[in-house]
Structure formats: structure tokens, C-alpha cells
């Protein structure tokens, strides 16, 4: 009796014991199901290096983790700078992607090995061949034309025509521009070769610093400034530039802007330079599922809409219409080449400007 007892009792510890290591191996898959789900929500990131400091961009990153939960990091610097860091960085780089305000610099960073490309369909539609880099590496996400402001009360639109007449002698000291350095002149300099070749655009280049009405100083909204205060009588300045002088908080600025004009030059040649702010998927990228979740939002006709009328540029996307500032100023023709060229040719650019005392 007293054996049969004794083996009931440990019948029973044994049961006991099983059903508590059942309950503590139940409890530990539980524990380590709930940390794989952290882990991953954890891991709904992208992280973003940018130049571009636009309110507008805050509010579209904003609102693609409101509707994805994926959260975006932002490293803003200058687009050199970030370039060489992730040169820097390489294989240990956090960055996903890589925004500038030049297709000059994407073509740069891809050159550099930085970038790998985008299968998307999405993309392909919603961004125009000549605003993306041939092999998928970058896309552009907003555009700019580099125009000719003149002063209302001393220029007759009439008299403007083209990028090449200001190097007519009628133009002498009335010239205002940035200087060499920027990569916005280099990148105009860089389409000149692309469509006429390095001759006639060093031709160009001299021209226009004999046309000069000052060294080259300041930057795009301090040329506009000049010229109202007659310095100059033209100038050479990227679209957006005027936009954000026009709704500017600043009522010198404002003033400022609304006593020039845009012209379109090239209209019924090779057409209006055109640049973009691009985007490229690092070739590091360890979230590249969302970051290209990130580039196709930034494509689409809703983010789109918001850079043409909060930011004052042109939607890369052929889908959606300019803001209505920008309609004021007239449908205009862009040059017709590939935006990758502009990289291509920046380094002669640089050259022909070094070479005609472009300072």
C-alpha cells in the first residue's frame, strides 16, 4: 500500500514538473514571439540623407510614416559633404537613400559607386525618362529652370531672347550671376557642352564674364536683389528662387521680387536649362524595401501636388500641373537632354570657367 502510494506521489511530481516546463516553454515562445515583433516594428525605418531644408519636405516625410508607420531619420548637410560621407562610411553607412538639389551630384554619387539601381515600375511611370539616370540609379523628384530676371523698369522682355545673346556687347555691365563655384552655373555650363559642344560654350563662358557687371558674388535671391537696386539689369536665377521671394516673410524680399520679371530664354531653339532635386538608393542600403516605399510616395501625384505649390518647383511628375505662380509665368520648352549629362560634363565645365576667368 504504502509502495503504491509512493509511486502515485511521484507519478504526480512528474506530471507536475511536465506541465510547468510546458508552461514556462509556452511563456518563453510567447516572450520571444512579442521581441521578434518589437524587433521588426523597431526596424520599420529609412534613414535619409538630404540637402534640401523645406518645410514641405518635413511635412511629406510626416505624412508617409502617418500612412506606412515607417519611420524616416533625417541627416541634413551640405550635398559634397554628405557624398563624402557616405564615401566614408561605406558598408557601415545608416544612410538608405540620398537627396541633392543637382542631378550633377546624383551623377557624382553614382560615379563614386555609391548608388545601385531601382527596379520600380512605379517609378518609371511616374518619373519622365530624361529626369531619371539611364541606369535606374537616381530619379528626379522636383524641377527648376535657370532663367534670365530682368528688372521691369529697364528691360523690355521684347529685347531677351536667349542665353547666348547675353554675350551681345548691348548687355556690357549689365550682367549678374553666382559665381563659378555654384553648382547650379556648372550644371548650365555642363548642358551648353552637352548640346553645342566645348567650343561654343567656352565661347559663351567668356562672353558672358566680359558682359559682367560685377565679380560673382552672393547666392540666387542676392543677384535679384542687385538688380533692383540697378547693379545689373539682368540675371541669371533658378525659378523657385522667385517663388519664395514673392511669399516670403520678409517685405524687402517680397518687394524685391515683384520688380523683375522671368524670361524663358532658348524657346525657339534648344530650350530652357533644367535641373532637379533627385534621389538615388544608397548601395549599402539596409532598409531597402521601405526606402524605395519612401522614393515612390515622394514620385506620386499626391507628394508631387505638394512640392509644386508650397515649394515653388516644377513636379518631376508629367501627371500633376504647376502651382499656379508658376502657370503665370508661361508654359515654357526645357532642353531636351538627359539630366546624367550634366554630370558628365561638369568637370570640363569647371574647366572652361577656371580657363575664362569665371570667378
Given at each position: ?128 525618362e530624361n529626369l531619371r539616370d539611364k ?183 508629367p501627371k500633376v500641373e504647376p502651382s ?36
Amino acid at each position: 500500500m504504502k509502495k503504491r502510494s509512493l509511486i502515485i506521489t511521484l507519478s504526480c511530481i512528474l506530471i507536475f514538473s511536465l506541465l510547468a516546463l510546458a508552461g514556462c516553454s509556452s511563456t518563453q515562445e510567447t516572450a520571444q514571439a512579442d521581441n521578434k515583433e518589437a524587433i521588426s516594428k523597431e526596424e520599420e525605418v529609412v534613414n535619409l540623407y538630404t540637402n534640401r531644408h523645406y518645410d514641405t519636405d518635413e511635412q511629406l516625410l510626416q505624412l508617409f510614416t502617418e500612412e506606412t508607420g515607417i519611420k524616416v531619420n533625417v541627416v541634413k548637410g551640405n550635398s559634397d559633404e554628405l557624398i563624402e560621407r557616405l564615401e566614408r562610411e561605406g558598408k557601415d553607412t545608416k544612410a538608405d537613400l540620398l537627396i541633392t538639389a543637382d542631378a550633377g551630384r546624383l551623377h557624382r554619387a553614382k560615379e563614386k559607386g555609391l548608388l545601385q539601381p531601382v527596379s520600380s515600375e512605379v517609378l518609371l511611370n511616374n518619373i519622365p525618362e530624361n529626369l531619371r539616370d539611364k541606369d535606374k540609379e537616381w530619379f528626379g523628384l522636383t524641377v527648376r529652370g535657370r532663367v534670365i530676371v530682368y528688372s521691369k523698369d529697364r528691360v523690355n522682355p521684347s529685347e531677351l531672347s536667349t542665353y547666348e545673346d547675353l554675350t551681345n556687347s548691348k548687355w556690357k555691365g549689365k550682367i549678374l550671376v553666382r559665381s563659378s563655384s555654384n553648382i547650379y552655373n556648372q550644371s548650365l555650363l555642363a548642358s551648353f557642352i552637352a548640346i553645342n559642344g566645348e567650343e561654343k560654350a567656352k565661347e559663351w563662358a567668356k562672353g558672358l564674364v566680359e558682359n559682367m557687371a560685377r565679380d560673382p558674388q552672393g547666392n540666387d535671391r542676392a543677384q535679384a536683389t542687385a538688380v533692383v537696386a540697378g547693379e545689373g539689369d539682368l540675371a541669371i536665377m533658378n525659378t523657385y528662387y522667385i517663388g519664395k521671394m514673392l511669399n516670403s516673410s520678409n517685405p524687402e524680399e517680397v518687394k524685391v521680387a515683384q520688380n523683375v520679371g522671368v524670361f524663358f530664354p532658348n524657346q525657339a531653339t534648344t530650350g530652357t536649362h533644367i535641373n532637379v532635386s533627385g534621389i538615388g538608393l544608397t548601395k549599402y542600403s539596409k532598409n531597402k524595401e521601405n526606402a524605395i516605399k519612401l522614393i515612390e510616395f515622394l514620385s506620386s501625384e499626391k507628394a508631387q501636388k505638394q512640392f509644386a505649390e508650397a515649394n515653388y518647383e516644377y513636379p518631376a511628375n508629367p501627371k500633376v500641373e504647376p502651382s499656379e505662380l508658376l502657370k503665370s509665368w508661361g508654359e515654357f520648352k526645357p532642353q531636351n537632354i538627359n539630366l546624367s549629362k550634366l554630370g558628365e560634363y561638369n568637370q570640363k565645365a569647371v574647366e572652361i570657367f577656371n580657363e575664362v576667368g569665371w570667378k
